[in-house]
Every structure is written in structure tokens, then in C-alpha cells.
């Protein structure tokens, strides 16, 4: 008798396709990233602008130890980029828009379409992404930094100089929200510079959609950062230096982000790692 036909191999779906299948549980993510931020707005404005007296002198000197590192390298050119466009309204509103919204508008809408389309990269990314933000919290506390736009301000977080001509583009030409309002100023750790959290998490982004996006999209994702640099230095919110700051945090974000991975909650499908999609790792 000829030997009976073996039963067709069902073989599993690859590549993202199958690993939009294996997305984790939409309200789980929600959640972390409700409480991961709530924990972490609270925890940040417990330092620096909430100390009082004690922390604005300690935010200034700060703030002058880093104008002269950065005179000492010859980097110190944040007046002289401020300068350049003084007088230029709408343009200086768009980069106040670009850097209270796009900071946070860019990097949710990376982490949507990282969910969507790559869970497993998603999640490695996310868990960086909070690794990253909980480092800056170590800045935060230990290095208050009074940031440029303040030096020249006379108000309770200012320093009040006249040896530098810094001008809070915020106050000046507006935006979407001000720091001069007493809720921001009661909610937010004002000299939370060091690190450049701007920094890190667009880099983030950059490095998050590098591998999975085409020649367009990478594009973009080069000039993002570079425009967010320009925007926390036109802006004068934050000196040169601590957008070097943001890169090291982000640095030590992606070293415990595959770590934290494996203890955050993950896929909702815990089928073998064999048999998922081939999401590039990093």
C-alpha cells in the first residue's frame, strides 16, 4: 500500500505581521505608562524649585559653573543663537509650540506605532524609554540647574543678572502654556535642566524607528533631534551641556532597557521566542 500522505504543516506566521499579532495588552501599557509618569512627576518636583531659597542659589551657581565649562571649550554661544533671532515673533512662537508639544506628542506617537506594528520592539524600547527617564531623575536631584531663560529673570526662581541677555521667548512671544502660570509653576521642578530629558527622548525616537522604517522615515528621524537641540537652545531652556547629559541617561536607559524588559509585564501570547516575528532586536 503506498504510505499515507503526512498531514500538511501549519507552519506559524513571521515577520511583523505575525508579530502584530503578539502585540501585549493595550490597557496594561496604558497603565504602566500613566503610573510610571505620575510616580516620576512627583518624585522630580520634589528637588530644586520646591526647596525654596536654599535650592534657587544652589540652581545658580550651578548654572554659572556650566557658562564657564562651556567658556573654558569654547562652547558657549547660547546668547549669540538666541541673539540671531530676536525680533523674529512667529518663529520664535513655532519653537516655543515645537518644544512643549512635539516633546511629548513625537515620542507617544513613536511608542503607538511601535505597539502597533512591532510589539517586540516595542517593548524593549519602552522599558529604555523608562529606564532613561527614571536616570535624569539622579540630575535632577543632585545638579539643580537654573536654566538660561532664568538668569536674566528678577521673579521667586530667577537669578536676576544683568551680565547676560537672555530672554524668555515663552513670556515674550507665547506658546501653548506658560511657566509664569501658578499651576506650572507650583507642578514643575523649575531647574529640572541637567539632563536634557528633550534630548534623550528624541534621540530615543531616532534610534527606536531607525531599524523599521524606510529612507524617508529615517530622514526624519535624523532631523528630529537636531531640531529639538535647536529648539531647547533658541528657547533658552537649556545650555548646550545638557543635551550632552540627555545622551548619557539615554545611554544608560538602552543598557537596563532589555533587563527591565524581562520583569515589566510583556506579550500577551507567551508562546516560544522561536515561533515570533522577526523584529529586529535593536
Known amino acids: 500500500m503506498p504510505p499515507e500522505p503526512s498531514p500538511p504543516t501549519l507552519t506559524a506566521p513571521t515577520g511583523p505581521a505575525a508579530d502584530r499579532r503578539r502585540r501585549p495588552r493595550w490597557w496594561v501599557e496604558v497603565g504602566l505608562v500613566l503610573v510610571f509618569y505620575g510616580v516620576y512627576s512627583a518624585v522630580r518636583n520634589r528637588f530644586g524649585s520646591a526647596l525654596g531659597e536654599a535650592a534657587r542659589l544652589e ?25 540671531l533671532f530676536e525680533g523674529w515673533g512667529l518663529f520664535l512662537w513655532f519653537w516655543n509650540v515645537f518644544y512643549g508639544f512635539f516633546h511629548f506628542a513625537v515620542t507617544i506617537g513613536v511608542m503607538v506605532w511601535l505597539f502597533t506594528r512591532w ?25 539643580p540647574l537654573m536654566p538660561p531663560r532664568l538668569l536674566t529673570d528678577c521673579g521667586t526662581y530667577g537669578g536676576c543678572l544683568d551680565t547676560y541677555t537672555f530672554v524668555d521667548t515663552l513670556v515674550v512671544h507665547g506658546g501653548l502654556w506658560s511657566f509664569d502660570s501658578g499651576t506650572m509653576q507650583s507642578i514643575s521642578n523649575q531647574y529640572a535642566a541637567m ?12 534610534l527606536a524607528l531607525w531599524p523599521v522604517v524606510g ?35 539615554l545611554a544608560g536607559g538602552i543598557a537596563l532597557g532589555r533587563p527591565l524588559t524581562r520583569v515589566l509585564p510583556g506579550l ?4 516560544p521566542r522561536a515561533r515570533r516575528g522577526a523584529a529586529p532586536r535593536d
Open 119 to 143: 510589539p517586540e520592539r516595542y517593548l524593549r524600547w519602552r522599558s529604555t524609554l523608562a529606564a532613561t527617564t527614571a536616570l535624569a531623575l539622579i540630575g535632577f536631584a543632585a545638579f
Open 268 to 271: 500577551a501570547d507567551a508562546a
Open 195 to 206: 539632563p536634557s530629558l528633550h534630548i534623550a527622548w528624541a534621540t530615543w525616537c531616532t
Open 59 to 83: 540652581a545658580l551657581h550651578n548654572a554659572e559653573r556650566v557658562i564657564d565649562l562651556e567658556r573654558a571649550l569654547g562652547l558657549f554661544h547660547e546668547e549669540a543663537v538666541q541673539a
Open 215 to 249: 529612507l524617508r522615515g529615517r530622514i526624519l528621524a535624523a532631523v528630529y533631534p537636531l531640531c529639538t537641540l535647536f529648539a531647547i537652545v533658541v528657547t533658552a531652556n537649556h545650555y548646550w551641556i545638557d543635551a550632552v547629559g540627555g545622551l548619557i541617561v
